[in-house]
């Protein structure tokens, strides 16, 4: 049976965060924002091991408490230039660990907010073809195309149009190939790599709640997300 993975590219700077700590570092509900996400995924029955891809030169990552994770977690310390590059280093690294028909799950650490039960929407949905899919919220607002000085020239149709979210699931070897023969600095998510191929990934409606952390402000939002569910 083809087993579940997950790859967790951590090696970014956090630029638009415009804070010193690197974001995936960032204090969120108490624990470093990295944590979220990798804690959720660990503690899913369904997957066997979380790797995640680390700046070569990062010095948080082994003074945070990993304890609660066991032995599923595995930092790979070869995180590249891109985040493309990030996640292509860390499926190489993972190799002797991963076989080719396995299925990856590839999450942002920038993404909190994940829950298992969006993990397990994604994985019954994707099933067991070969062209994967991913978790991704169809577009709501009106769009409006503009001209340089913001000026509106169109309002585009957002019929057929989603946002496209992580995980992001493919088999190994899919992947793999796809980002060796992709133009790497071009590739902003695994999906658009598999695309390229000719594959036609399927996309599972996830959750708003699940929002990549970007700016300084949507800190405050994933802790109000986090915050409500601890309620409950
Ligand atoms: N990432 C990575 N390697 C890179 C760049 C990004 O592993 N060279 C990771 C980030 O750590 C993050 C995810 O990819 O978990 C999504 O990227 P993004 O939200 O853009 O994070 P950053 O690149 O760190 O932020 P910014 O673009 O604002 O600099
Ligand atoms: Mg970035």
């Known amino acids: 049976m083809p087993r579940y993975v997950a790859l967790i590219p951590a090696a970014g700077s956090g630029s638009r965060m415009l804070a010193e700590l690197p974001k995936q570092y960032a204090p969120l509900a108490g624990r470093p924002l990295l944590q979220h996400a990798v804690s959720t995924l660990c503690a899913h029955p369904l997957i066997s091991q979380v790797f995640v891809v680390l700046s070569p030169g990062d010095r948080h990552f082994g003074a945070c408490d990993w304890s609660a994770c066991g032995d599923k977690l595995l930092p790979l310390y070869c995180g590249g230039e891109t985040r493309a590059a990030s996640v292509f280093n860390g499926l190489l690294a993972a ?110 409606a996830g959750s708003g709640a699940n929002l990549k952390v970007t700016y300084p402000e949507d800190l405050a939002l994933a802790e109000l997300i986090l915050a409500q569910r601890e309620c409950r």
């Not at 062209?131 to 057929?160: C, F, I, W, Y």
């Open 95 to 204: 190799n002797n660990a991963i076989d080719g028909p396995d299925w990856v799950l590839v999450h942002d650490a920038a993404r909190p907010c994940l829950r298992a039960a969006d993990i397990d929407r994604l994985i019954a949905a994707v099933g067991d073809g070969d062209s994967g899919g991913l978790l991704a919220v169809p577009v709501a607002d009106t769009l409006k195309r503009a001209n340089a000085d913001g000026e509106v020239l169109q309002t585009a149709p957002r019929e057929h149009l989603w946002r496209a979210q992580t995980p992001q699931m493919f088999r190994y070897r899919v992947l793999i190939e796809a980002l060796r023969r992709a133009d790497i600095a071009a590739v902003t998510d695994e999906s658009s790599a598999v695309e390229q191929t000719g594959a036609r990934p399927l996309l599972v």
